[in-house]
Each structure stands twice: as structure tokens, then as C-alpha cells.
């Protein structure tokens, strides 16, 4: 007789349909916490160092908007020209900070709910060269290239914002730089977006940009779609004066603020990894302090970006052990006072998707989710410590983020999962397995995360199917995708309409328009 298969394949077919949100085995937002490295003691220690850091140490070069504002909130200007904020005025501006922050995107249904410790990841990074791993080199990053990585991740279902990537280094003005970073981002996603600016001028004629974009200044207001990434900081504890101006315009313009701190352990901050964590919250907290000083209660999220020096040569290491330590212990702190967080963790030391750039991404980002983080930043894309970008691994990293997921969200314990009556049928039933249950194939597709290159298969299948490489599958998807994917969340009418204004780089044509 010949084998019956319709019902297989039409389990199959059922199988393959996309699944319902409510169902999806990882959802934006899983809450982490569950990866604490410090004690209650040693998190009460390390706030009332920052606290003193703040009081006695302070900021040097501040700008006179921010002395101004911030002495008429209860900063102190020393004689040495310090600014220092005493423990009183902090804990005020802890009461009155945004809690709870929603940042929006274009797609209201990819916005992003920052309560409490639930998780989300993001590209991030100012990388000055794309590695392409299809020629074996590096090359200087371009406007294409970031427009082209903004559309990849526009498809990625585990990178929930696309904070800007590369550098477009065929752009040599400076006005023109800020306006096409914004615009290429902007475009090539509905996901939420974050940027960054050189000078206020070019913050404001963004914020311009905007509006058209939105439809309206009252439009942008309601749903700012996109977040400034500021260093306003240079470690350590030297405001950068053309940065705090940037914060400034963004908070008077509605715009939600990443106060970004990034000293490096060992050479702009402490090598000890407890006082690294300190002055990163000291030197973030000040930056609230001013942010709400401007607007209490404007969107602000902590950006406590420690990174990690290699003690044996001074250089940038993203991809270290310490590095996922020092951003769990931030965002731990970041869960004690329940602020917005987000921190830098997947910046791997490798220069193309390769053993090291796994294994390095996989450690980091996953110590960060454990912790809590709101938003893990650099957990895609990046290489050789956040000089290169590439746009293949966000395909591959989209599989990362998707298992780092599925272990923040954890394991239900209900009567229902513990299973004791299924347990119970299949072995006195003489079934003696649970390969066709009931159970089994109810939830094999709501409890289990299946990547999209990793591959899983026998090695016979594997030499069966040509011995498939999962960087191979990953350039031939991309190629696929900048072929076919055009978002056209902004129209071709409101885009017109940006170019007539502002010094477009990239032609329609480039675009796909």
C-alpha cells in the first residue's frame, strides 16, 4: 500500500505559517534579571561612590546653559571651575526622571516598552569600515552601506531598534554627514532609530527633517521615532561641549536621549572594575541631572557603556569576558534605581563572522540580557572592537539574539508544564516516548527557538546538501534581500520633499525608489 502523507504535510504546512505573536517561543521584551554579579552591598556601594564622585569630584568643562540650569537646580560651579552636583539634587532628579519609557517607532506594533528590566537588542556603533567578508578586506564604510544594513535589520526579527552602524565616509561635510546618517537610517527601517550629531545646528535642522516625516512638529512630538545618541561626556568626568549643546536642542525638541558615558577600564576609567562601574553611573547621572534640569521628566535612557582596555597593549577590547561582567553590573544598577538602561555589549575583537566573533558575541550580549538591560546596543554587526561593520552578520547575529532571547524569557512553571499526567500515560502506556503527543507538537513551536542559519543537520545530510557554510547562506540572503527589500514607510511624496530641503546623498535609484 502506498504510504499515506497528507496528514504529515499538512502538519507541515501548519507548522510553517507565521505564528501569532502571543505564541512566538521569543518576544521583544522578555525580562531579564536574573544574572546579578553584584550583592545588594555591593550595589548600595557602588551607588554611593558614584554619589560622592558627583559631589566631590564633578564635571569639568560645562557649558553655560548647562552650569546655568544645573546651579539653579542645586549644582555647585567650584572655584577650579568644576561643576558638582551634591547627593541631594541627584536623588531629586531620580524622583522626577521618566520611568517606564515606550520608544516609538515608524511601525506603532515594533515599539519598544522599556519598563522594568524587559530586554530588547540593537545595532549601534560608528565603525569607519565595512568588512566584507564576500572579498576577503575592508574597505571604508559608505552611505550605501548604511542604508543597505538599515534594511537588513529591518527584516531581523531579534534586532528591535537599528541605532546607526558605520560612518559614510564618502561624505565630507560635516552638515551633510549628521543629515544623510539620520536619513539613511530613517529610511530603511520602521524600527525605532538612533543617530547621533556633531553640533546643535545640524541637530535642529534634523529635527526639521523630522517634522516632515512625521507630518507635522505635533506628530513628532507625540511619536519621536527616533533617539539621539549622545556622548556628552569624555571620560573622565569632562563634559564635551559640542555634545551637551546636541543634548540640549534634542531635549527641547522632544527627542529621547541615550546619555551615553564610554570610558575605557584601565585608560579613561578605573581599571578596577567596580570603579569603572561607578564613574559610569557617576558620569551618567549627571547627565540626567542636566536633562531634567532643561525638562523634568524628558526621555532619557542610561547609557553606561564601560568598556575594557587589554591591559597588555592599551587597545579596545569589546570582546572580553569583563566586558559582559561590567555591562550586567551597570544594568544591575540600572534595575535599582528603575531607570530606562541600555548598555554596549557584542562588539566582538574578530574581523569577520568567524569562532571568535560567536563565541565573544554570544557571551557578552547574553550576560547583558541575563542582567536586565533595556537595551543591549553593538550586539550586532560589529567587528575588530567597533572599527568595522558588517552587514552579513546581522543575518547571523539575528540567530544569536534569538537564542539569548529564549534564555532570558526562562522556563513557565505551571501544573500544565511540569506534565506529570503526560509523564504518567506515556509510561505505563507502553509508548515509552513523547515524539507524537499531543503536547509535543503543541508546543514545539511556542517553546523551542530555531535559527535561521545555524546549522543542526547529521553530517551525512550535511555532505548531502553540498556542505552548506552559514556565512555562505548568509552573503546569498543578503544579496536576496537589498534586491527586494525596499521599505516604503516614508513615501515617495514626503521624500521629495526631504530632498528638496536637505543635501540627499543617495540618489532613488540607489534606494531602490
Known amino acids: 500500500m502506498p504510504r499515506r502523507s497528507g496528514g504529515r504535510q499538512a502538519r507541515r504546512a501548519e507548522r510553517a505559517k507565521p505564528l501569532a505573536e502571543a505564541v512566538k517561543p521569543v518576544r ?10 553584584l550583592s545588594a552591598a555591593d550595589v548600595a556601594a557602588v551607588v554611593d561612590n558614584a554619589f560622592r564622585i558627583l559631589e566631590r569630584v564633578g564635571f569639568a568643562d560645562a557649558t553655560p546653559h548647562c552650569v546655568e540650569t544645573c546651579t539653579a537646580a542645586g549644582a555647585v560651579l567650584g572655584d577650579d571651575g568644576r561643576l558638582r552636583m551634591p547627593r541631594s539634587l541627584v536623588e531629586r532628579t531620580l524622583q522626577q526622571a521618566r520611568r517606564n519609557l515606550v520608544l516609538h517607532a515608524r511601525d506603532p506594533q515594533r515599539d519598544l516598552d522599556l519598563s522594568g528590566a524587559k530586554v530588547h537588542f540593537s545595532t549601534a556603533g560608528a565603525a569607519v569600515m565595512a568588512a566584507d567578508p564576500e572579498n576577503n578586506l575592508y574597505r571604508d564604510s559608505t552611505a550605501q552601506d548604511l542604508y543597505d544594513m538599515a534594511r537588513i535589520a529591518d527584516t531581523c526579527e531579534h534586532i528591535h531598534m537599528f541605532q546607526r552602524t558605520c560612518v559614510p565616509r564618502d561624505i565630507d561635510d560635516n552638515y551633510a554627514l549628521d543629515i544623510n546618517t539620520l536619513y539613511c537610517s530613517v529610511t530603511g527601517t520602521s524600527k525605532h532609530v538612533g ?12 529635527l526639521e527633517l523630522l517634522h516632515i ?29 559640542d555634545a551637551l549643546e546636541c543634548l540640549r536642542v534634542a531635549v527641547e525638541g522632544g527627542m529621547p536621549v541615550l546619555l551615553l558615558s564610554a570610558g575605557q577600564a584601565g585608560a579613561t576609567a578605573p ?6 562601574v561607578s564613574q559610569a553611573w557617576a558620569e551618567c ?68 563572522p568567524d569562532f571568535q566573533a560567536g563565541a565573544e558575541r554570544a557571551a557578552t550580549v547574553l550576560s547583558a540580557a541575563l542582567s536586565g538591560a533595556n537595551i543591549v546596543y553593538e550586539s550586532a554587526g560589529m567587528y575588530a572592537s ?34 506529570f499526567a503526560e509523564i504518567e500515560q506515556i509510561c505505563t502506556s507502553g509508548e515509552g516516548h513523547y515524539l507524537g503527543s499531543g503536547t509535543t507538537l503543541r508546543v514545539m513551536q511556542s517553546e523551542y527557538f530555531y535559527p535561521d542559519f545555524s546549522d543542526r543537520s547529521s553530517p551525512t545530510d550535511w555532505e548531502e ?22 521599505p516604503r514607510h516614508v513615501s515617495d511624496d514626503i521624500d521629495s520633499r526631504v530632498r528638496a530641503d536637505f543635501p540627499i546623498f543617495l540618489s532613488p535609484a540607489a534606494m531602490g525608489r
Not at 521583544?28 to 554579579?37: M, N, V
Request: net charge neutral; glycine share 12%; aromatic share 6%.
Open 195 to 206: 543617530s547621533s550629531w556633531t553640533v546643535a545646528r545640524h541637530m535642529e535642522k534634523s
Open 386 to 419: 567597533l572599527l568595522g561593520t558588517c552587514p552579513e552578520s546581522l543575518l547571523l547575529d539575528n540567530d544569536i539574539l534569538g537564542a539569548a532571547g529564549r534564555v532570558t524569557r526562562g522556563i513557565e512553571v505551571s501544573a500544565d508544564t511540569l506534565s
Open 28 to 37: 521583544p521584551g522578555h525580562a531579564g534579571g536574573q544574572f546579578r554579579p
Open 271 to 276: 581599571a578596577c572594575l567596580a570603579g569603572a
Open 285 to 352: 547621572l549627571g547627565g540626567l541631572v542636566y536633562v531634567n534640569a532643561i525638562e523634568p521628566g524628558a526621555p532619557a535612557i542610561i547609557g553606561a557603556w564601560p568598556f575594557v582596555s587589554d591591559l597588555r597593549t592599551g587597545a579596545m577590547s569589546g570582546g572580553s569576558p569583563e566586558q559582559g561582567l561590567l555591562s550586567a553590573a551597570c544594568a544591575q544598577v540600572g534595575n535599582h534605581f528603575d531607570l530606562p538602561f541600555g548598555t554596549a555589549c557584542g562588539m566582538t575583537d574578530a574581523k569577520f
Open 213 to 241: 516625516v512625521a507630518g507635522g512638529e505635533a506628530e513628532w512630538r507625540a511619536r519621536p521615532f527616533v533617539s539621539q545618541s549622545n556622548c556628552f561626556v569624555v571620560p573622565p568626568l569632562k563634559f564635551a561641549t
Open 465 to 486: 546538501q553540498g556542505k552548506p557554510i552559514p556565512l555562505n547562506r548568509a552573503i546569498e540572503r543578503k544579496r536576496e534581500l537589498l534586491a527586494n527589500h525596499v
